[in-house]
């Protein structure tokens, strides 16, 4: 069994009271208007088109999320293992909502493009979706709650450009980033918030 790190275990419960609520079944749905399809514990077919969706458990997803969405393992990857608190968390939950996977045009799977758009655009780096040296070393230099914040906040205006299809659920969006801002701002130490809003 995996020995989680805490911050990994912070950041999912934070995404998981969003994805699942208070449903004791890991929130399973189908929804129409969905395009990720059938989802349960926030992990969808359309990412996960071979695995059997209704019947996830909760330490199936939990693995998943570590080794997909949290872990630093090439260019495509979150690399949230990487990143300071709580740019990590920010990160994380981004990847967790605005999705996983598609197929490039050469058959490769991308991975976390649209989240890492997000997130080069919070650093003011070229926001290509595919993090490297220049993303890397533009986060080792960040100042984490201030790029945090602005994340945030590319993530609200990525909300806007989505077509019709996500009128349904662009307020509960909204509400999960405002709660992210609020749970930011307390679980961030004094002196880095101090430092962090110059």
């Known amino acids: 069994m995996t020995d989680f790190p805490s911050e990994f275990l912070k950041a999912l419960a934070f995404s998981l009271k969003w994805e699942v ?14 395009p990720g399809g059938e989802t349960k514990w926030g992990i969808s077919k359309r990412s996960y088109p071979d695995l059997d969706i209704a019947n996830l458990t909760l330490d199936q997803a939990r693995e998943i999320y570590f080794n997909d969405y949290w872990q630093a393992a ?87 450009t989505l077509g019709s299809w996500a009128h349904d659920f662009m307020r509960g969006w909204l509400k999960r980033t405002n709660d992210l801002r609020a749970t930011v701002m307390r679980n961030t130490p004094v002196q880095t918030v101090a430092g962090g809003l110059h």
């Not at 208070?22 to 969905?34: I, V």
């Not at 996983?100 to 780096?125: E, F, P, S, W, Y």
Request: a neutral charge; aromatic letters at 10%; glycine letters at 8%.
């Open 21 to 34: 609520g208070d449903f004791k079944n890991g929130g399973y749905t189908n929804h129409p208007a969905d």
């Open 74 to 160: 090439g260019n495509q990857e979150s690399y949230c293992s990487e990143m300071p608190w709580p740019l990590s968390l920010v990160h994380f939950d981004c990847t967790v909502n605005v999705g996983n996977r598609k197929t490039a045009k050469d058959g490769t799977v991308v991975l976390h493009r649209r989240a890492n758009m997000i997130l080069q655009r919070a650093l003011g780096v070229d926001d290509d979706g595919y993090p490297g040296p220049v993303t890397y070393k533009a986060i080792a230099e960040c100042e984490p709650l201030r790029i945090a914040l602005k994340a945030i906040t590319q993530r609200d205006f990525y909300y806007s």
